[in-house]
């Protein structure tokens, strides 16, 4: 995440002159590299410089967002949008599902590999490996992909005219003269647009809600009964993952575009933070079942937290998108990038910070244990809620 702020900004500016599709090609291809590096860790410092080469190079996902615009017409685009924010939501349960199913397979798996193998001497390497190859997949089905930017018409107030327009595109993709002055105002002119502003810091306080609530999840599921945990093994949290990444998929790709056009990107974001809500509140509650009862409360508690969190996610996507014009939009995504990888560094360390101070006060008298957990969880994403609300959050008027 710290590689990611040092250099989003960077990416989005490149997206913005040279096009979105080299940009792409080159976070895919650097995920193939130094996932697969980070798997042959063999010290600590080692596993943290190819994490910290990974962000750095990777800048795929504001260029990704600006590409789905680009890609849709206006009607279509919230289900574009949403297509985004469901793939990082999944990545996001997947990649720790498939952690707790392929980490140390000579230990979970010993019939087949064995302890003198790579895999048994590199503990790790199998899930980054089975991750790496997806990326190789991704990055050559990416080499046929078409580059969207300046496809479209440049949605500026002053190209009101085809001529104008036509002189706007010229520039733009062929003066190096405007490329500078562009890239000199650019940043300055974004930093002072509200709306992009605005979006972005509700975007980092629910992003760092998210993150935090991933790293909790997976501690609390593992967490013995004695501490307010739930007693699951690795291999029953990956599955639990599992389940509310299928079932993201689904609602975000069939119902999300309908709520969206029906009520809006701010309606749906604040509507969902405010479900999110609720449903964190029954957390200290849902620990304190088992059996199936507690299987089924947890998969659908799962399910409707990470839908929520993502259909949230994906209506300031949105916003931010429509705050800029087309020209634009590969550096205010890179600024919002950069902004929320720092929220996201802080997310997982604070995160494991409040939970191992809460297992030391399981006998307080104002929320005990957990519950002050899941309470510090839900005074962040009240504030995300608060923020959508006006004066603060403000709306490109079109």
Same mark, same amino acid.
């Given at each position: ?76 685009? /919230? ?19 498939? /952690? ?146 299928? /079932? ?81 939009? /590969? ?68």
């Amino acid at each position: 995440m710290l590689g990611r702020t040092m250099t989003s900004v960077i990416w989005g500016i490149v997206a913005d002159r040279y096009g979105r599709k080299p940009v792409i090609l080159i976070g895919t291809a650097s995920v193939v590299i130094f996932n697969t590096l980070f798997g042959l860790s063999v010290n600590f410092w080692m596993a943290i410089i190819t994490r910290f080469c990974l962000g750095s190079f990777n800048g795929l996902l504001g260029p990704i967002k600006a590409y789905a615009m680009e890609t849709f017409r206006d009607e279509y685009q /919230g289900l574009a949008l949403s297509a985004v924010s469901t793939a990082w939501g999944i990545g996001l349960i997947i990649g720790p599902a498939m /952690g707790g199913f392929l980490a140390q397979p000579a230990k979970q798996y010993p019939s087949l590999f064995s302890e003198e193998s790579v895999f048994g001497k590199f503990p790790y390497f199998l899930p980054c490996l089975a991750i790496s190859c997806f990326a190789l997949l991704v990055t050559i089905i990416s080499l046929r992909i078409p580059e969207t930017l300046h496809n479209h018409k440049i949605d500026d107030d002053d190209a009101s005219s085809p001529d104008e327009s036509f002189d706007a595109h010229k520039v733009l993709s062929h003066d190096p003269e405007s490329h500078k002055a562009t890239e000199r105002n650019e940043k300055s002119s974004l930093l002072k647009n509200w709306p992009l502003v605005s979006s972005i810091i509700v975007y980092c306080i629910f992003s760092l809600h998210d993150m935090a609530y991933t790293e909790i999840f997976s501690l609390w599921a593992n967490s013995p009964r004695k501490y307010g945990g739930l007693g699951y093994s690795s291999a029953d949290v990956g599955s639990v993952l599992a389940i509310s990444g299928f /079932g993201l998929l689904i609602f975000q790709l069939s119902f999300y575009s309908y709520a969206e056009r029906l009520l809006g990107p701010t309606m749906v974001t604040r509507i969902s933070g405010s479900l999110a809500l609720v449903l964190l509140s029954t957390y200290p509650l849902i620990a304190k079942l088992s059996g199936l009862a507690l299987t089924l409360a947890l998969n659908c508690a799962s399910v409707a937290k990470n839908v929520l969190a993502t259909s949230a996610i994906t209506g300031l996507f949105i916003l931010q998108n429509k705050a800029v014009r087309q020209d634009q939009r /590969g550096a205010a995504n890179g600024i919002a990038m950069t902004a929320m990888s720092l929220f996201k560094a802080i997310g997982p360390a604070a995160a494991g910070i409040i939970y191992s101070w809460s297992e030391k006060r399981l006998d307080a008298a104002f929320l005990p244990g957990t519950q002050m957990v899941f309470f510090i969880l839900s005074t962040v994403l009240a504030l995300g809620v608060v923020m959508t609300f006006k004066p603060f959050l403000a709306q490109t008027q079109h």
